[in-house]
């Protein structure tokens, strides 16, 4: 297939297939993007099942991850640490620790709620 072709189809919104897409995103200047931690990670998974060129606004969405994940990572973080079991006692290694646990079962949640799925 041509490229004029290509072009024509992405432009009417007509149905390309796979190797049509491809090519289409070859031809077209991709602007970077720049995504957060949760972001770049949610990307990483989707390109690795290959499902990454399906998502039509992709920016956006992984845009939209990032900022559900901080607003998940505050309300955890929240909750958690108000919980007694992470309460601070004033020994800087102590409190070390507990953030660090905090931060790991965060981390562990969104994971699993967000980006894995």
């Given at each position: 297939m041509n490229k004029a072709?290509?072009?024509?189809k992405a432009q009417s919104d007509e149905g390309m297939t796979v190797a049509e897409i491809k090519a289409y995103q070859m031809m077209v200047e991709q602007k970077p993007q720049v995504y957060g931690k949760?972001?770049?990670l949610?990307?990483?998974y989707l390109k690795e099942k290959g499902i990454d060129w399906t998502i039509a606004n992709l920016p956006e969405y992984l845009h939209g991850?990032?900022?559900q994940a901080d607003r998940m990572y505050e309300t955890i973080y929240a909750k958690l640490s108000a919980s007694p079991q992470f309460k601070k006692t004033g020994d800087f290694m102590k409190d070390l620790?507990?953030?660090t646990e905090i931060k790991n079962r965060i981390d562990e949640e969104i994971l699993n709620e967000l980006i894995y799925v």
């Open positions: 072709e290509i072009l024509r949760w972001g770049t949610k990307l990483q991850i990032d900022k620790q507990i953030e």
